[in-house]
């Protein structure tokens, strides 16, 4: 199945539903385009990532590295990617 968008003046384009839908696109994801080596593009969606979490969170007490990696450990368990996947 072969699907096309129409880029406009501002180089937008929307992604016909099929793929949203193929890809589980919901408003406000992302999603990745990747160069392969016959230099054509592929569209990934990006899973959440653990460095979308930078910044949300601002404790008023300090902060250990033992509550990071428990952070860390309760993001992956949700569902979400380390930057380097």
Same mark, same amino acid.
């Given at each position: 199945? @072969?699907?096309?968008?129409?880029? +406009? *003046?501002?180089?937008?384009? +929307? !992604? #016909?539903?099929?793929?949203?839908? *193929?890809?589980?696109?919901? #408003?406000?994801?992302?999603?990745?385009?990747?160069? @392969?080596?016959?230099? @054509?593009?592929?569209?990934?969606?990006?899973?959440?990532? !653990? *460095?979308?979490?930078?910044?949300?969170?601002? #404790?008023?007490? #300090?902060? +250990?590295?033992?509550?990071?990696? &428990?952070?860390? &450990?309760?993001?992956?368990?949700?569902?979400?990617? *380390?930057?380097?996947?």
């Amino acid at each position: 199945m @072969n699907q096309s968008a129409k880029v +406009t *003046s501002k180089g937008q384009i +929307t !992604l #016909p539903a099929d793929v949203r839908r *193929s890809l589980h696109l919901k #408003p406000g994801d992302r999603i990745d385009f990747i160069r @392969n080596d016959a230099g @054509n593009f592929e569209i990934k969606a990006r899973g959440a990532r !653990l *460095s979308d979490l930078r910044g949300i969170v601002k #404790p008023d007490f #300090p902060v +250990t590295g033992e509550d990071i990696d &428990r952070w860390i &450990r309760e993001a992956r368990a949700a569902g979400y990617q *380390s930057d380097e996947e």
